[in-house]
């Protein structure tokens, strides 16, 4: 992958999930609010009153991305990542939230090594946990997942997939001096990321993980899915965003 224009002509890209590069990445990504709908109208689903007492535990939580409007629409949170960095910055940034920071609890911890004394309503797994992980990385984040969750609460799991017709390779302007291109790598389940943002350079491999393996293995893990919703992403040709939850049973 060529460096931008405005990067020095041997920049080594930066990670893209992780520090600042995941910064810029979830400004980008507040563009597209259908994964965080979507999530928040699936725990409206939850209604058992066993679980009304329940908070729900949120992995990769990132800059709050998806923590806030959770809350915001009532149900308490457990938010969770490895960056510290990202934990402060949201930390700061809960400050004059008022009522709404009331509901948030962060932690520094690990995807897939993490542990409460606690069960959770429902645990969340955005598309950066399903896609960064590889397989048996990903397998254990669900597991662990599955172990804390109330009887009756939800998994909910959100991925990104590329369709068999979809090019393997796009190039987006996403503004004055910004280009994300994703390019799958061949003979692989991979797909490279890079962004371009002035004279700073990103980039991450991120794994293709289609909703049927999701379903797949929530059903091998005892549970039952009850809910999927896929879409089209607005910008990236032949992407597809899928939520898929499912329930423990009580």
């Not at 979830?26 to 908070?55: C, F, G, M, Q, Y």
Request: proline share 7%; net charge negative; charged share 20%.
């Amino acid at each position: 992958m060529e460096a931008p224009a405005d990067a020095a002509p041997n920049a080594v890209p930066a990670p893209l999930h992780t520090g600042q590069g995941a910064r810029r990445y979830d400004s980008l990504s507040l563009r597209d609010r259908s994964e965080v709908t979507t999530i928040v109208e699936v725990l409206s689903l939850i209604n058992a009153p066993s679980l009304a007492d329940k908070r729900v535990l949120e992995l990769a939580c990132g800059w709050g991305r998806l923590t806030l409007p959770m809350v915001a629409a009532g149900h308490p949170v457990l938010a969770t990542d490895l960056d510290p960095e990202a934990l402060a910055d949201l930390a700061e940034h809960l400050v004059p939230q008022g009522t709404v920071s009331a509901g948030i609890e962060l932690r520094l911890t690990s995807m897939t090594a993490f542990s409460f004394d606690e069960t959770f309503k429902a645990v969340c797994l955005p598309t950066g946990v399903t896609t960064l992980l590889d397989h048996t990385a990903r397998r254990n984040a669900l597991e662990r997942a599955v172990e804390h969750l109330a009887p009756g609460g939800m998994l909910i799991v959100s991925t990104d997939y590329i369709l068999d017709s979809a090019p393997t390779t796009m190039c987006l302007a996403l503004g004055p001096h910004t280009t994300l291109t994703e390019q799958v790598l061949p003979e692989s389940d991979l797909r490279r990321m890079t962004l371009s943002w002035k004279d700073e350079l990103y980039s991450s491999d991120l794994h293709i993980v289609p909703a049927t393996w999701v379903s797949r293995t929530c059903t091998q893990l005892g549970l039952t899915v009850t809910y999927q919703r896929s879409k089209p992403d607005p910008l990236l040709t032949g992407r597809v965003n899928a939520v898929i939850a499912a329930v423990k049973n009580p």
